[in-house]
């Protein structure tokens, strides 16, 4: 403890405490007492860890910003948000901020009066030596430099609070919360059974699903908004950040309702089902992309589409009521698509 206070230069009694407080907010233990000193419980290497990650996110932070403007670099490389030396309360007005734009929303939300939320953003301001925020028509706006912070301060809390959901691991009781993007076309669908045996296992777990496009769910999953985005694999080359691991391999099945006449054929192929009108996701997505490239690479023209959905339930209910086909993951098909109501026409691997 003595070694640790004065490389804090603080006090032995203060930074006592400050582990006394740590370990009966975790309700754990974090060191072992000992004759010559002090050493880590795998909770206190968990902490450890994490804070550690939590540190270098605000390291990378002090690096852009100093990037930006060199010149406030120098007289501001030690403020407090740095190592997350601020009040809660104040850290909590700037993530609220940069969510709703508005003081009267954030006061609302934060239940303090304006004029506190006025000043403590710009006391952030004046301690990293750069605007945050700028006025524009609606409200405000992040700056470059607000854009850096909250994306980085977001990760850096994203540690902290992993720290305790592994730590309540580690005790084989996890608990918490997971967030979980699902992709349009099958995430929420794969995701089904996967949350329901997830909480009969750990029933003290709580799961926060939220569907959108790739390129949201992937921002927010960079941002730490999210623990992971569930779905159809896609390019990341712009999110370096991240990493995409396969689950299963999903054969594409092109469907159509049972009593469409390509449902009769023994063996329809691509060539049959390119002159039929397509339900599909939109542009860009993986199914739609794989499909056209398929069809180029036989010679055959692009889809027909008549209607872009990437719901498979409500993609099951058109091709009930019409002649159209659509193309899609065999999962989730089998899912949203009562027995007898849907049948597969053609079956591989764009």
Avoid at 116 to 131: C, E, F, K, P, Y
Avoid at 157 to 176: K, N, T
Avoid at 260 to 278: C, I, Q, S, V, Y
């Amino acid at each position: 403890m003595k070694k640790a206070a004065d490389a804090l230069h603080r006090s032995h009694s203060v930074v006592s405490r400050a582990v006394d407080e740590l370990e009966k907010a975790l309700a754990v233990p974090l060191f072992e007492r000992q004759a010559r000193g002090a050493r880590l419980t795998v909770y206190g290497d968990i902490l450890r860890r994490r804070v550690e990650q939590a540190f270098a996110e605000m390291q990378a932070v002090r690096t852009a910003l100093w990037q930006l403007a060199p010149a406030s670099g120098v007289h501001y490389a030690n403020a407090p948000i740095y190592t997350l030396s601020i009040a809660e309360s104040r850290l909590n007005l700037f993530l609220l901020f940069a969510q709703y734009r508005h003081m009267s929303a954030v006061a609302r939300h934060a239940g303090v009066s304006q004029p506190a939320v006025s000043m403590a953003l710009r006391d952030l301001d004046l301690t990293i030596g750069q605007a945050l925020f700028e006025p524009v028509s609606d409200g405000f706006r992040l700056t470059p430099a607000g854009e850096i912070l909250i994306r980085h301060v977001k990760r850096a809390l994203v540690q902290l609070r992993l720290a305790g959901a592994e730590i309540a691991y580690e005790q084989g009781s996890p608990r918490g919360r997971l967030l979980v993007g699902a992709l349009p076309y099958g995430g929420a669908t794969i995701l089904a059974p996967a949350v329901a045996g997830l909480l009969r296992q750990h029933p003290r777990l709580r799961v926060n699903i939220q569907e959108g496009s790739f390129s949201h769910l992937a921002d927010r999953l960079a941002a730490g908004d999210l623990d992971m985005v569930v779905g159809a694999l896609q390019p990341t080359d712009a999110y370096p950040e991240l990493l995409s691991e396969p689950l299963f391999d999903d054969p594409i099945v092109i469907v159509a309702r049972a009593g469409h006449p390509l449902a009769g054929k023994r063996r329809a192929t691509l060539a049959d089902t390119a002159r039929e009108n397509w339900v599909l996701p939109i542009e860009g997505a993986p199914t739609r992309r794989a499909l056209s490239a398929a069809l180029a690479e036989r010679g055959l023209a692009a889809p027909q589409v008549v209607v872009e959905s990437s719901n498979p339930s409500t993609i099951s209910s058109l091709l009930q009521e019409s002649n159209w086909v659509s193309a899609g993951a065999q999962a989730c098909f089998r899912r949203v698509c009562r027995p007898g109501y849907w049948s597969p026409c053609w079956e591989g691997s764009l």
